[in-house]
């Protein structure tokens, strides 16, 4: 792990890099303010990735600088091939990688001074709230889990979007994944698209308000692209399925009105976990910074962690094998 001063605001966080795979992973830490979580000398630490196509700059800051004060250490980090990361190619969702980006930071998150390494903390939003539902079955060691307007159900965010985008949109997506999957096939660069457009232009996501609401979210590194392939991959992906594996407590928090991330999908992830689970009557930009949902849904999560994570920690297995993702949706059981 190599680390240096982070050079532009928020002062409260230290910049640092640690290895997933062959890659270089950029990431911030947030030391704990104060001694509310502190036992032994130590806090816990939440480890922390943005939804589809995000970077840490882009709206992980506010929330990883709420739950510093509040006690906890926090590591954000970006994905391989986004933001500040490392590795190629660039600007392509694969749920496998990402959640191997997860355990990466994890194992490093144990290591940073201060830390507690019994209470690691996976705490997801939107895609990546999906994500800390697979890497948490596949950790033992995890203490507690936040998944925030969670896309945990590829189906049910596929048959969602038939019922509010206009099909020749839905066409043109799909058929510009299928290029962008039989050129790379062939050797040759991903066709890409935009992550966010207005109403009638060809983007992952182009409903109504969505794209100031992301654009009011962007940092520097930031890139409005992602590999179109996205239309495909997320079809086949479900990590809902793995919350009946996850063995800490779970914290659920659902925008009743998401039009991205299905809500009853979300409701029965949370069943299966056995999750303490939070409403907001908004939709699923609506828990950000800057928007009126932001406070309540932070207020939530400390108010669970520290329900969950202030005693004295009892000693963990440590990280174990989850089985494998499903593959196809005809697999997934």
């Given at each position: 792990m190599?680390s240096t001063?982070?050079p532009?605001?928020?002062p409260a966080?230290?910049r640092?890099?640690?290895?997933?795979g062959?890659d270089?992973i950029?990431a911030?830490h947030?030391?704990?303010?104060?001694a509310a979580?502190?036992?032994?000398?130590?806090?816990?630490v939440v480890v922390?990735a943005?939804g589809l196509?995000?970077?840490?700059?882009s709206?992980?800051?506010p929330f990883a600088?709420?739950l510093s004060d509040a006690?906890?250490?926090v590591?954000?980090f970006d994905?391989?091939?986004?933001?500040?990361?490392g590795?190629?190619?660039?600007?392509t969702?694969?749920p496998?990688?990402?959640?191997a980006?997860?355990c990466?930071?994890v194992?490093?998150?144990?290591?940073?001074?201060?830390?507690?390494?019994?209470?690691v903390?996976?705490w997801?939003?939107?895609l990546s709230?999906?994500?800390?539902?697979?890497?948490?079955?596949?950790?033992?060691?995890v203490?507690a889990?936040v998944?925030l307007?969670?896309?945990?159900?590829?189906i049910?965010?596929?048959a969602?979007?038939?019922?509010?985008?206009?099909?020749?949109?839905?066409?043109?997506?799909a058929a510009?994944?299928?290029?962008?999957?039989?050129?790379?096939?062939?050797g040759?660069?991903?066709?890409?698209?935009p992550?966010?457009?207005?109403?009638?232009d060809?983007?992952?996501?182009?409903l109504?308000g969505?794209?100031d609401?992301?654009?009011?979210?962007a940092?520097?590194t930031w890139?409005?692209e992602?590999?179109?392939?996205?239309?495909l991959?997320l079809?086949?992906?479900?990590p809902?399925?793995?919350?009946?594996?996850?063995?800490?407590?779970?914290?659920?928090?659902?925008a009743d009105?998401d039009?991205?991330?299905?809500p009853?999908?979300a409701?029965q992830a949370a069943?299966?976990?056995?999750?303490?689970v939070r409403h907001?009557?908004c939709?699923?930009f609506?828990?950000w910074?800057g928007?009126d949902?932001?406070?309540?849904?932070?207020?939530?999560?400390?108010?669970?962690?520290?329900?969950?994570?202030?005693?004295?920690?009892?000693p963990r297995?440590?990280?174990?094998?989850a089985p494998?993702l499903p593959?196809t949706?005809?697999t997934a059981r």
């Amino acid at each position: 792990m190599n680390s240096t001063a982070a050079p532009t605001s928020p002062p409260a966080y230290r910049r640092l890099t640690f290895r997933s795979g062959a890659d270089e992973i950029d990431a911030w830490h947030f030391p704990a303010v104060g001694a509310a979580f502190t036992v032994d000398g130590r806090a816990p630490v939440v480890v922390m990735a943005h939804g589809l196509g995000g970077t840490k700059d882009s709206g992980l800051g506010p929330f990883a600088a709420q739950l510093s004060d509040a006690g906890l250490h926090v590591l954000a980090f970006d994905y391989r091939g986004f933001g500040a990361s490392g590795g190629n190619p660039r600007q392509t969702v694969d749920p496998h990688r990402q959640i191997a980006d997860y355990c990466a930071a994890v194992a490093d998150a144990r290591r940073l001074d201060g830390t507690d390494p019994d209470r690691v903390v996976l705490w997801g939003v939107s895609l990546s709230g999906g994500h800390v539902f697979a890497a948490a079955a596949g950790d033992s060691g995890v203490a507690a889990v936040v998944a925030l307007t969670p896309l945990v159900d590829g189906i049910a965010a596929g048959a969602l979007a038939v019922r509010q985008y206009p099909t020749a949109s839905l066409l043109r997506s799909a058929a510009t994944g299928v290029r962008s999957r039989l050129g790379t096939l062939a050797g040759q660069p991903a066709v890409t698209i935009p992550i966010v457009g207005r109403p009638g232009d060809t983007a992952a996501l182009s409903l109504a308000g969505y794209y100031d609401d992301y654009l009011a979210l962007a940092g520097p590194t930031w890139r409005n692209e992602i590999d179109a392939r996205i239309a495909l991959t997320l079809g086949s992906y479900r990590p809902g399925k793995y919350a009946s594996h996850v063995s800490c407590p779970v914290l659920v928090q659902i925008a009743d009105f998401d039009r991205s991330a299905p809500p009853h999908a979300a409701a029965q992830a949370a069943f299966r976990a056995r999750a303490e689970v939070r409403h907001y009557p908004c939709d699923h930009f609506d828990v950000w910074p800057g928007k009126d949902w932001f406070g309540p849904a932070v207020d939530h999560q400390i108010a669970f962690l520290a329900r969950h994570l202030v005693s004295t920690p009892q000693p963990r297995s440590g990280p174990g094998i989850a089985p494998p993702l499903p593959a196809t949706p005809s697999t997934a059981r």
